[in-house]
């Protein structure tokens, strides 16, 4: 708590924890505003996606979400296996090595 009492009290302290936050705060906010625009580019090559193949673009959040999982059950499914199948030779691997 003596750190704190010094921050409060001395305004050259005050200054600079302040300055402090504020960088910090400036640059969370950098980085969720890149994943944002990452996002909303990725919705929009999809949505364009769709239109370009011709298939009914989704009119809301739920039917996106759902045409988004149906989609990728697939691919789910096959990373799945494959990883079931990297994991089972990784196993073997080592099996072999030990004697």
Same mark, same amino acid.
Request: hydrophobic share 45%; no cysteine; charged share 25%.
């Given at each position: 708590?003596?750190?704190?009492?010094?921050?409060?009290?001395?305004?050259?302290?005050?200054?600079?924890?302040?300055?402090?936050?504020?960088?910090?705060?400036?640059?969370?906010?950098?980085?969720?505003?890149?994943?944002?625009?990452?996002?909303?580019?990725? /919705?929009?090559?999809?949505?364009?996606?769709?239109?370009?193949?011709? *298939?009914? +673009?989704?009119?809301?959040? %739920?039917? #996106?979400? $759902?045409?988004?999982?149906?989609? /990728?059950?697939?691919?789910?499914?096959?990373?799945?296996?494959?990883? *079931?199948? +990297?994991?089972?030779?990784? %196993?073997? #691997?080592? $099996?072999?090595?030990?004697?």
């Amino acid at each position: 708590m003596d750190i704190y009492n010094i921050i409060l009290n001395d305004p050259i302290y005050t200054t600079i924890a302040v300055i402090l936050s504020v960088v910090v705060f400036i640059s969370i906010f950098k980085k969720l505003f890149k994943v944002a625009i990452i996002l909303i580019a990725f /919705s929009v090559l999809y949505v364009g996606f769709i239109y370009y193949s011709g *298939e009914k +673009i989704p009119e809301t959040t %739920d039917d #996106l979400m $759902k045409d988004i999982s149906r989609r /990728s059950e697939g691919v789910i499914e096959e990373v799945l296996n494959k990883s *079931e199948e +990297i994991v089972k030779n990784v %196993d073997k #691997l080592i $099996k072999d090595k030990n004697p």
